[in-house]
């Protein structure tokens, strides 16, 4: 125990690792269900497709780049763009179809979702198997991306830092684009009430479209900073912290922004921190590999005594 409390600036640094993934990905789940009040499961590949995004981009590029920290660039732009439009082509061809015949059971969209995410696992999974004969990918080393330092006694990677700081800024940009832009503006009177947006001259469903874009594009570039820092993935690599980031925005209070950011680190430091401590605490009885459970936990609990999250507010429905 000694040990581990000795570890435990190392251990928390972790959790915010973890926490700020989740925090990406959830901010993608918490743009579509503002507008839509739709959970977008198969936001989970869209994150996915990101990662191997950013993976093929390091493996192909880097003989002809040697630069690091360019081919990160290029690899989340490009991670950003192909998971956000993928996102625009699941919403055309999956939901808007829904929503143009009129669909209220919200039970429908849900299977959707869930539909739409084999889809995308097995069309990866396919285009990986025909182009490499393999689907199991793994980041290529990345020497400066690996270096690091110490900071009070903690152990940083300078992919760390990167992936902190890229998590920061979307939630900055966000923020403002949601709040001090037109688009924003456009954002939340279709969240309010598509109908009147309509008659006030804003197209909703452009506006949703780009919501999407934005949401799937933040997805991309978590995949591609994920695939970075735990360099091996798979087609099925979205699906646990797709769930895990699900809670996290519903721990902050789903469809707010700030609040997915703080549910996601609530949830990562939680988890590393249970991760590590079940072990000691139960005698080897629980291992570590139980941490997985503590998400799905805090999820139940949630839903049962605290549905709208530690920040969310209960919404009355509008008549």
Known sequence: MDTLLTLL????????LAG?????????????????????????????????????VFRIMSPIIPNEAILLIIA????????????????RMAYRPLRKRGVKNRLVPLITAFGVSFVLQDLVRLIEGLWHNEFYLSMKDT???????????????YKSVVLIVV???MLIGLTFLVGRTKLGLAIRAVAQDPQTAGLMGIDPEKTISRTFLIGGALGGVAGVLFALQFTTISPYSGFLPGIKAFTAAVLGGIG???????GGL???????????????????????????IIAFLILILLLLFRPQGLLGQVVKEKV
């Open 266 to 292: 609530v949830l990562g430091e939680i988890e590393t921190l249970a991760g590590t401590f079940l072990p000691t605490l139960t005698n080897g009885a629980i291992g570590t590999e139980y941490k997985d």
């Open 76 to 91: 989340i732009i490009l991670g950003g763009l192909i998971s956000g439009f993928t996102a625009v082509a699941v919403e």
């Open 9 to 16: 600036p190392q251990i928390l640094f972790d959790g915010l």
């Open 256 to 262: 707010n922004i700030p609040g997915a950011v703080v």
């Open 143 to 157: 020497d400066a991306l690996e270096q690091s330092f110490t900071l009070m006694g903690v152990f940083i990677q």
């Open 167 to 169: 998590a920061l800024v």
């Open 20 to 56: 700020f993934v989740y925090a990406m990905i959830a901010l993608g789940y918490t743009m579509v269900y503002g507008v839509l009040e739709l959970i977008n499961f198969a936001h989970s590949e869209i994150f996915m497709i990101g990662a191997v995004v950013g993976v093929e």
